[in-house]
């Protein structure tokens, strides 16, 4: 049975840096050692509205890139979309702040073993657990074409960043105003089918990981999907982050996405029957 991360601590993190890009804040916490243990895909639980606080449960942001370094010791970058109370709570923070963080959780990426063509697929703010995943696999050999999409261009991460850290990239909006106007799935069948694409790795809304899946799995591609589905506790106690998963003798069952994932693979959820009764489940 699937546990809370091994090496997952509970801790005080300083916020380091504050930064608003685009429609996002790139936020950075120094965390010390345990940034050892911190791989692309963990996600970070943080408390938030500080110690009086009526925001009681934790939020989870992925973690987009980590590093080590004699100023800071260990520190974990954030990207982060000021929409919510405590989202924004957070954007609002000052360099210095002490935040209680629960750090690392959650199931990583699997990383192939010998060097393959990936493809990685970022919506929105889901592209944040992507570029430090694409540093991984280069570092591997790997070669990594990367897919962004957004409804506006304001909401595309840093998108020369973006470029920097990848062999190629490509980027649709819905609306035109960056890239080329579609969406992420506009023309994947063609980008998997040119560049020869071995593995997909996706983050997104979860309209965005089923329409993934559907051509992943049309074209026989493995599809490593992280889900960001609504988590209470983050840990595995409280299950509001269930998803139907359909196992390997056919039958489907609910799994945590906040222990057995985010990181799931793509073509065992039954994306279909996300936020129905288990008596719709055969
Ligand atoms: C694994 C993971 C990674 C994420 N990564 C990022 C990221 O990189 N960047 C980013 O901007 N956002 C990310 N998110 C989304 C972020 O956690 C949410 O947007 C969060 O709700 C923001 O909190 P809020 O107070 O601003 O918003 P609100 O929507 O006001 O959140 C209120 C609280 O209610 C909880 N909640 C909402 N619906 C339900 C429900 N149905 N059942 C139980 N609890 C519920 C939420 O989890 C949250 O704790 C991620 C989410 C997950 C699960
Ligand atoms: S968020 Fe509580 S069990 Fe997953």
């Known amino acids: 049975m699937s546990t809370i991360n091994k090496a997952a601590l509970q801790r005080q993190a300083t916020l380091i840096a504050n930064k608003r890009i685009g429609a996002y804040h790139q936020i950075i916490f120094s965390v010390g050692d345990v940034v050892r243990h911190c791989k692309p895909g963990n996600f970070i639980a ?7 606080s009526k925001m009681i ?13 004699a100023q ?24 210095g702040t ?17 060097p393959a063509n990936a493809l990685l697929i970022g919506g929105g703010y889901g592209s944040a657990p992507l570029f430090g995943l694409a540093d991984v696999l280069k570092s591997r050999g790997c070669r990594v074409d990367m897919v962004l999409g957004a409804s506006v261009g304001s909401k595309i991460y840093a998108p020369m960043e973006g470029k920097r850290s990848v062999n190629s990239l490509k980027i649709f909006t819905e609306d ?14 063609e980008i998997i ?16 990981l089923q329409a993934v899946t559907e051509i992943a799995s049309s074209l026989g591609v493995i599809h490593q999907a992280s889900v960001e589905e609504a988590m209470a506790c983050g840990i ?11 196992g ?18 793509g073509a065992t959820v039954c994306w279909d029957l996300v936020g129905k009764s288990t008596e719709n489940f055969s």
């Open 193 to 208: 089918t040119e560049r020869e694409v071995e593995i997909i790795y996706s983050c997104g809304p979860m309209a965005m």
């Open 57 to 69: 449960l934790r939020r989870a942001f992925a973690i987009s890139r980590t590093s080590e370094n």
């Open 236 to 246: 595995g106690i409280c299950m509001t982050c269930v998803l139907p998963i359909r």
């Open 98 to 114: 002490e935040i209680d963080v629960v750090v690392p959780l959650g199931k990583a990426f699997g990383i192939p073993t010998e």
């Open 46 to 52: 943080i408390a938030v509205g500080g110690d009086s």
């Open 72 to 95: 800071f010791g260990g520190t974990v970058e954030l990207i982060v979309a000021p929409h919510g109370s405590g989202s924004k709570w957070l954007c609002a923070q000052q360099e």
């Open 176 to 189: 035109g105003s960056m890239g080329e106007t579609g969406r992420v799935t506009s023309q994947l069948k």
């Open 248 to 265: 390997e003798d056919g039958t489907v069952s609910m799994k945590r996405s906040c222990i057995d994932g985010p990181v799931m693979d």
